[in-house]
């Protein structure tokens, strides 16, 4: 498995203006964000299969751990959501009419640079992987303390 950093925010000021535009089932706008990032095998500010074949690889592990995250915090009664790097879409709720934009996230949560790629692809600069970062994003109703409760159980 690759490196993984998780970082516990509190949403966007995006997310709290528009919560109920991007998850419409939510009874109440998410308390916590988990940005979850993980380390490349090599810079993804290039075009190509190969690119795509290591996000594709990164993609499975970040869904198997939203997977973990997911069930854990049902497990304590928590709803969550996880938010498909690929798309910038739920996983379990209703989409709504607007999408996540996780590299806009991180840069507003984390404060990281990202440039556009000839194709138009946003692409993250991370202070030591440089473009060798793939991002993820999981949204709880619970606090970040309980969050990080939860997290401790498999990661």
Known sequence: MN?????????TPFMM????????????????????????????DDEGNFVE????RLLKQFLALGESFHRASRQR?????????????PQYSTQGDLIFDLVATVHHSLGFDYSITIKGC??????VWQTAIYPGLFLSEATIVEVQSILTEFV
């Open 3 to 11: 490196p993984v950093e998780i970082y516990l925010k509190l949403p």
């Open 122 to 127: 946003q692409v993250l600069k991370h202070p």
């Open 77 to 89: 009664g928590f709803f969550t959501e996880i938010i498909s790097p690929k798309d910038g879409m």
């Open 17 to 44: 203006n528009n919560w109920d535009r991007l998850l419409p089932d939510w009874q109440v706008p998410p308390q916590t964000l988990v940005l979850v990032l993980l380390n490349a095998d090599f810079p993804l």
């Open 53 to 56: 074949r290591e996000k594709n």
